[in-house]
């Protein structure tokens, strides 16, 4: 099972959502598999958003790196116990937590050659 190797995070701003942007988050396992997540970001001034990046660069990227990819509770555990003890489990940092949280089962889903619907409990309707 391999483990998670890199965590990387860019900003898109849309003109058409003047309210809030995104942040894409990528991690990016031992064996080069890339899953892909994604937060958007509520702010009426466009400063959060980078702030939510670099929260993801410098604080909770490391929480993900060297996890086993697999270990989904567990990266999620670990990302939102740094919440608790840096922040607060709201704003800003949860919605960081969010999008590496979705990058993470997209590339364990991709390890293991299912759909993520399937890793999440299959199809239902």
Not at 2 to 7: G, S
Not at 97 to 124: E, K, N, W
Request: aromatic share 8%; charged share 25%; glycine share 8%.
């Amino acid at each position: 099972m391999p483990n998670i190797a890199a965590v990387t995070c860019q900003v898109l701003k849309s003109y058409e959502y003047p309210q809030g942007s995104w942040v894409l988050v990528r991690v990016r396992t031992e064996e080069g598999v890339e899953g892909v997540g994604e937060c958007f970001v509520p702010d009426r001034f466009g400063s959060a958003v980078f702030a939510t990046k670099e929260l993801i660069d410098r604080r909770l990227a490391s929480e993900a790196i060297g996890q086993k990819v697999l270990a989904t509770q567990v990266i999620w555990e670990r990302l939102y116990d740094a919440c608790r003890r840096l922040y607060d489990r709201r704003g800003m940092m949860i919605h960081a937590v969010s999008g590496i949280d979705m990058a993470v089962h997209d590339a364990a889903a991709r390890t293991l050659g299912v759909p993520l619907c399937d890793l999440l409990g299959g199809r239902f309707r």
